[in-house]
């Protein structure tokens, strides 16, 4: 009789360890949430909720007939107002590639407007310049 309850004593630590092990290799293989795809996902919806949160708060007034071609209003001059945080720079940046962006007062009721920016190369240490709020350059050593 002994012998039964060490066995099944045995089997059940074996179980629970067996349990265990499964449950940390599980968690292991899910992706860290720190994962760029993640946290670019994150960002794209933020900003999509932060649209459509703004396009439905400005329409939601307005008489039912009048909604959708003002929400379409909103989203073009939204997407306007995004494409022109470029202006000055059309035609002149390049695709994941990072930049550093100096911003200055927008003016208007514009609250920035870029007024620099540096495309970063690797090998080549960015800082303040002396005296200045300029960028200075030279090449990693």
């Not at 009048?66 to 494409?83: E, V």
């Not at 310049?129 to 300029?134: D, V």
Request: charged letters at 20%.
């Amino acid at each position: 009789m002994a012998i039964r309850v060490m066995v099944r004593l045995a089997a059940g630590v074996l179980a629970v360890c067996a349990a265990a092990g499964l449950y940390v290799l599980g968690r292991a293989s899910v992706p860290d949430r720190q994962d760029a795809a993640y946290a670019r996902g994150l960002d794209d919806g933020r900003a999509q909720g932060v649209r459509e949160g703004r396009a439905d708060e400005e329409v939601q007034a307005l008489p039912a007939g009048a909604r959708d071609p003002a929400k379409t209003a909103f989203d073009d001059g939204y997407r306007a107002g995004a494409n022109d945080l470029f202006s000055g720079y059309d035609g002149g940046w390049d695709y994941k590639v990072p930049y550093l962006i100096t911003l200055s007062p927008g003016g208007r009721g514009i609250t920035y407007r870029p007024a620099s920016r540096t495309p970063l190369h690797p090998g080549v240490d960015y800082y303040l310049c002396p005296h200045s709020q300029s960028l200075c350059q030279e090449p990693h050593s």
